[in-house]
């Protein structure tokens, strides 16, 4: 018995105004198609197949570049003639699956949860049904299906639009997720007919269809009161955007974490904190990001896909694909391009941007400089402005800087080049050569000192300042 899915995302959202899918529009940083992947993943679904409409390529793209557990295909939905039509394109995904159960769910409703999932597959499973609808009770009914219960399950749905005003006041709604026994499905869901208010293929018909041949259909009222929702248009967007950013801070409330204010925080469904954590506004986690315990972030942080440890201190820090290990302080305004990794114990200041780089144990980077494409060592010390040169129009190179090193403000390191360990460059130089250990390297212009040069230009200098004062004191 394997358990599938279909998931609809042939629309194209025209209120939302954009060239994409309706379903690659985000919720917190992530299509809503990828909410609903990693639901059907997360409940162990194994097959799953897409059916795509609007901008199709678009969602072959997606779906090809995602790292996805189950097997993922798509199909093509030419015209756009209901959801029952739009099931009918999964013919041959369907019959290649034929001894088990389909769930079928809308791209454009993101928050199914695998709970939800295994929970209707339970009573589905249990009662024999040949078809289990997830329903909601929701206080505003307007536009869903309505459920019309019996005594031992439901004998339908009945659109908003097709609704008489006894139906209208029901508030049990058809969420748009249903499990259905493919071969049962397969039997009835080309019967179904355009016969009403909107001129569709009513993918709810199957259920009348169903039940007249003596099959059960029943509900499962999800625990998850947001199961049903959908965006519509850019307002529906940002409602369920703000939904979905409540809870997750709500969630980490539960766990310990310190918010001093919600305002601007943004914090990504694979995002991981540890206890003990402040977390202050217009702080953005995104992607794979794992927060230790005991740290705090500050005002403005971006953080994707980055592995911060504990007792880390970052403020209006941008860090991307990095690492940072426990006991670091970074900020304020300072930038980790991808592959940095920042050793425990470093402190980083002021305007400093590191790429694709390394910086050992205590190593302190204060103010104004660049780190790209090096290899540093632990305790060393740079100056303010430091620079390394890993550029030359064409080809990168590394620089590799050694234990204890001391490089002066102001030094450029032209690489590929080597500081040795513990050797100083005095400030202001441009260093070409590779410095031994325990060297200093001088590499600036002799001082050259002409006496006197200065007192002839002075004159001329002082004598107009001398004028302009004299108006001011008038
Ligand atoms: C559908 C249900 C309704 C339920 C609601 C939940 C039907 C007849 N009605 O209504 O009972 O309360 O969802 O949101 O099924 N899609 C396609 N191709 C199509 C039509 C739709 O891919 O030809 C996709 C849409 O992109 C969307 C999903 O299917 O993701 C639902 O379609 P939509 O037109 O929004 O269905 P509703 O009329 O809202
Ligand atoms: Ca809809």
């Known amino acids: 018995m394997e358990n599938n899915a279909v998931i609809l995302a042939g629309g194209q959202g025209k209120r939302m105004k954009t060239d994409k899918p309706k379903v690659l529009c985000n919720v917190i940083g992530e299509p ?39 097997e993922i295909q798509t199909v093509m939905q030419e015209e756009r003639l209901g959801t ?8 041959d995904f369907l019959e290649a699956h034929k001894d088990g159960n389909t769930l079928i769910l809308c791209g454009d409703a ?19 049904c040949s078809v289990t609808v997830v329903t909601s009770r929701v206080e505003n009914p307007t536009g869903y299906g ?16 097709d609704c008489d005003p006894y139906q209208l006041a029901i508030t049990e709604i058809n969420s748009g997720c249903y499990w259905f026994k493919t071969s049962d499905l397969l039997e009835v869901l080309f019967d ?18 169903l039940i007249a041949k003596g099959k059960t259909a029943d509900a499962y009222i999800s625990h998850n009161p947001n199961v049903a929702l959908v965006a519509n248009d850019r307002r529906g967007l940002l409602m369920l955007n703000d939904i979905a950013r409540s809870e997750i801070i709500g969630k980490f409330l539960d ?49 994707e896909n ?47 941007e590191i790429k694709n780089s390394t910086i050992g144990e205590y190593t302190a980077v204060a103010h104004l400089t660049y780190i790209g494409d090096s290899d540093v ?61 325990n060297a200093l390297a001088i590499e600036r212009g002799k001082a050259e000192i002409k006496e006197g040069y200065a007192s002839r230009k002075l004159k001329a200098r002082t004598e107009k300042y001398e004028q302009q004062k004299k108006i001011e004191n008038k």
């Open 32 to 70: 809503m198609l990828e909410w609903v992947l990693t639901a059907c993943e997360n409940a162990q679904l194994e097959n799953i197949c897409v059916v795509k409409g609007f901008a199709a390529e678009m969602i072959d793209e997606y779906v090809n570049n995602r790292s996805s557990k189950a």
């Open 84 to 91: 029952g039509h739009a099931v009918m394109q999964a013919k």
């Open 110 to 128: 993101p928050f199914i949860d695998a709970d939800t999932i295994n929970g209707a597959l339970e009573l589905h499973t249990q009662r024999d």
């Open 146 to 161: 309505r459920i019309i219960r019996t005594e031992n399950g439901i004998s339908g749905i009945v659109e908003h639009k």
């Open 192 to 209: 179904i007919t355009p016969d009403n208010a909107q001129g569709e293929y009513y993918l709810t018909d199957c259920i009348e269809l």
């Open 255 to 303: 766990d310990g974490i310190e918010f001093c204010c919600t305002d601007g925080v943004s914090i990504g469904n694979n995002v991981t904190i540890g206890a003990g954590t402040v977390i202050h506004s217009g702080v953005i986690l995104r992607g794979n990001t794992t927060i230790g315990e005991n740290c705090v972030l500050g005002n403005n942080c971006i953080i």
């Open 306 to 352: 980055t592995r911060v440890g504990n007792n880390v201190n970052l403020n209006n820090v941008q860090a991307y694909e990095s690492v940072i290990e426990d006991d670091v302080k970074i900020g304020p305004y300072v930038q980790l391009r991808p592959n940095s990794h920042i050793m425990r114990g470093v402190k980083i200041g002021d305007f400093v």
């Open 377 to 437: 060592g632990a305790n060393v010390n740079f100056g303010c402005g430091v620079v390394t040169v890993n550029y030359n129009g064409d080809k990168k190179f590394r620089t590799v800087i050694e234990d204890n090193a001391f490089i002066g403000c102001n030094t450029n390191l032209i690489a590929p080049v080597r500081v040795g360990k513990g050797a100083y460059t005095a400030a202001g130089s441009t260093i070409t050569k590779d410095i031994p250990d």
